[in-house]
């Protein structure tokens, strides 16, 4: 019998993390056997019993099927919300129409996407990548939901690329009805099943925009009231709080900083690698290659996580955000 339905929402997480470690750089048919063995691994397991594990299996089954179709030379017809993950994490903006999420997405990423005082002026998913200490964050700016229409052609679309995010940044403007939004979005959210029983699949969060309008101020209060979400209030034109929300973005993802270092050497502390909270030495050891997973023989560590710095460690330790890991090969002793 699966476990207990509380425990899908981080336990998914696990896996897409886990896809997309495991997938990295990878094409054709290794890549289709790879994504095999995470269905059925969640099959084994009797995972797919629960709602946002069947709609994952879809969305792995959609892509063996594009992949393959590829292969056979079948032509593909352009999608406009097909987005390439690059960086290290992927954040989708998840809002109304003309909120400001587009204005949003300018300030702070290298995009540009269009803006405009009317309806519907993003009509197709925008990647852009943000910069926070050497971590590469993808933002995805999707078309906004108009007139809280609950059928509108392009609602499915942008749902679908809701679910390959890593995380949720719900806009909500504060010129306008907040309650409205708010509740609206929550549904849309509880719909793609990225929010289940109450928890959400990944890290949701919410930017208040247009914070700068005389007004605003008992918008923020009545949002702060009723939302379940911790709720990151921005001026676009504030220097300061641009940057603090890049700092919000990388805490959103609840990821770390992991560097590391060959013996001898100094640690690269240019090029972190990018991981999921709790993650162990094994972890790092496989994505640096699978010879150091094998042939792991132990590692010293440098950091938060231990009692002192070059501590020798198993394959089993946690690290912690900023931490420097050195792995030794059982050749290598």
């Not at 959609?62 to 690059?86: L, N, W």
Request: hydrophobic fraction near 35%; glycine fraction near 6%; charged fraction near 30%.
């Amino acid at each position: 019998m699966p476990e207990n339905l509380s425990f899908y929402p981080r336990k998914l997480k696990s896996y897409h993390y886990d896809f997309i470690r495991l997938t990295n750089e990878k094409s054709g048919s290794d890549l289709v056997q790879i994504i095999r063995e995470i269905i059925n691994d969640i099959k084994s397991r009797g995972y797919d019993q629960a709602g946002c594990f069947k709609e994952y299996i879809k969305t792995l089954e959609g892509m063996i099927q594009e992949i393959e179709s590829k292969k056979k030379g079948k032509k593909r017809e352009y999608d406009p919300f097909a987005i390439k993950r690059s960086g290290d994490a992927r954040i989708a903006l998840f809002g109304m129409t003309n909120v400001g999420k587009s204005t949003l997405m300018n300030a702070i990423t290298n995009s540009k996407s269009k803006t405009g005082n009317f309806s519907t002026t993003t009509t197709s998913a925008l990647g852009g990548t943000c910069m926070y200490d050497g971590v590469q964050i993808q933002l995805i700016d999707l078309p906004g939901f108009v007139y809280y229409n609950d059928d509108w052609k392009i609602n499915k679309q942008i749902i679908r690329v809701s679910r390959t995010s890593d995380a949720i940044l719900m806009v909500i403007e504060l010129s306008s009805e907040v309650k409205a939004q708010y509740d609206f979005l929550l549904g849309q959210l509880q719909k793609a099943e990225i929010i289940m029983d109450g928890d959400p699949v990944v890290p949701i969060k919410i930017i208040a925009t247009k914070g700068d309008l005389s007004y605003s101020k008992d918008y923020y209060e009545l949002l702060k009231s009723f939302s379940a979400y911790e709720i990151l209030p921005i001026t676009i034109k504030n220097e300061k709080s641009l940057e603090d929300l890049k700092e919000d973005l990388y805490d959103l993802l609840e990821v770390m900083k992991i560097y590391t270092k060959r013996h001898h050497y100094k640690p690269d502390l240019d090029t972190p690698m990018v991981f999921q909270k709790g993650s162990t030495v094994g972890k790092i050891a496989r994505k640096i290659h699978k010879d150091f997973f094998s042939n792991f023989d132990y590692a010293m560590v440098w950091g938060k996580s231990v009692e002192f710095d070059g501590q020798r460690v198993g394959i089993d330790h946690e690290l912690m955000d900023g931490d420097i890991v050195e792995v030794f090969l059982k050749s290598e002793t």
